[in-house]
């Protein structure tokens, strides 16, 4: 097995809201879970830790699960890592705010039978067959809203966690029933990557490649090598901001199982 990670602020001035870890159980398979923290606006969210904190709270307590407790299914997890987090800060902290900390999710866990996965939001999950073949695993939903809905913040976060709008993993469990989920026989997988989407704009935005060869610059590159290519294709100055930002915190994991 191997497993190979990196990430990367969209700016070295601020903390890098994104979580990446990577587990190998005593008892065999592996865990990866890949997080984006949604930055906030600058004004007061209610909550006095940030998203670097809630993102750490949640990809630990989401790591330490999917290792341990093999008898949960991955969207029980979630939820019980989101109540955990949410309790975290429960006491101190306005969790009804429309912009609490919250993040996008994937996770995989695979043993020796069958390859799980859990996708929440607008980071991308790639699942690599035998013959080469790359499924992506997608939470669409944002992407489905209308640009013109997603113009102002005010129109955005009446559309964030409801109903015909998207989800993220914020301070409510009942979100994990929205993630895409999913299991796939361990046979049928030779590989998978998680990207925050600060990495797959070289796919979804720069349009570099499709998400196969997305994979295989992962393969032969590493993760990091991914990422330079993302930073380099930003600092084009031909080329518009995506989302309006010009850089974004980027990370990605993979793993050749």
Known sequence: MRIDLATDPGNPERPNEDWLSAATPAAGGGVLVAL????????DVGCAHGVPWFTTRLGGRLTELSGSRR?????RILAEAVRDTADAHRGTCDLSHVRTP?????????????????????????????DGGVTAVLDDRLDRLPREALRTRTS????????????????????AARAVTGRSPRGEVRAVAAL??????????????????CLAVLRKEGAQGLLDRVRTLEADPARPPARGKRHDDAS????EL
Not at 71 to 75: I, R, T
């Open 196 to 213: 925050t989407d600060g990495a797959s704009r070289w796919t979804d935005t720069f349009r570099e490649g499709d998400w196969t060869q």
């Open 71 to 75: 008898d949960m299914p991955l969207d």
């Open 252 to 255: 990605a994991v993979f793993a």
């Open 36 to 43: 984006d923290g949604v930055t906030p606006p600058p004004e």
């Open 156 to 175: 955005a976060d009446a559309l964030r966690n409801a109903e015909g709008g998207f989800f993220t993993a914020a301070a409510d469990p009942a979100v």
């Open 102 to 130: 919250q993040a996008t999710v994937v996770v995989v866990r695979w043993d020796e039978a069958s390859v799980e996965h859990l996708v929440l939001s607008d980071s991308v999950l790639l699942l690599e067959a035998p």
